[in-house]
């Protein structure tokens, strides 16, 4: 008998993953839907409107608030547009009003229109019956890996899907101090 080689294979269960996705993870996950408008008659009608939508992550829960980090094409104010009301849809379909994040010392919006991201927050009762949950992220993946996309793209809800790691890049603040 000669020499044998053996090879592990590894198989995604992709319908284990999904179950215990959307029965942990997805808890984390919302819909971002940005309303940036202009008003007349001071501020009685709405004369004009742009509707931006997307998904968003919660990655922290404290001190009676809820904070998202979504992209920057989603969260900010349509330009020509003097308002903006941005709601944030749970999964059980309760809808928070959120603002942008602004840090308190430097008055800086957390948003990034380089890497398009930004941070959304909202007053959150942790007391209510149904409960959000901050995403357990995992360490930076390596090319290769395996990973999941979570979201609310083109209005669907709760969009899972399934790839692998190509390439990622480290985040740095931008010169302005954002």
Avoid at 168 to 174: D, F, G, N, V
């Amino acid at each position: 008998i000669g020499d044998i080689d053996l090879y592990a294979m590894f198989t995604l269960d992709a319908v284990a993953l999904t179950n215990m996705i959307t029965t942990k993870t997805m808890r984390s996950v919302v819909e971002v839907v940005n309303k940036s408008y202009n008003t007349a008659m001071g501020g009685l009608i709405e004369t004009e409107y742009s509707i931006s939508q997307g998904s968003g992550v919660v990655i922290d829960i404290s001190s009676g608030y809820a904070f998202v980090l979504t992209n920057y094409h989603v969260a900010e104010m349509t330009e020509g547009y003097s308002h903006q009301t941005i709601i944030v849809e749970d999964p059980w379909g309760n809808e928070y009003e959120a603002k942008v994040y602004k840090n308190k010392y430097t008055s800086l919006m957390a948003m990034d229109k380089s890497y398009d991201l930004a941070i959304l927050y909202f007053k959150y009762n942790p007391s209510e019956e149904i409960v959000l949950d901050e995403i357990a992220i995992a360490d930076d993946p390596e090319v290769g890996d395996y990973v999941v996309s979570l979201g609310s793209p083109n209005a669907q809800k709760n969009s899972i899907t399934y790839g692998k790691a190509l390439s990622y890049q480290e985040l740095a603040p931008s010169e302005d101090g954002s």
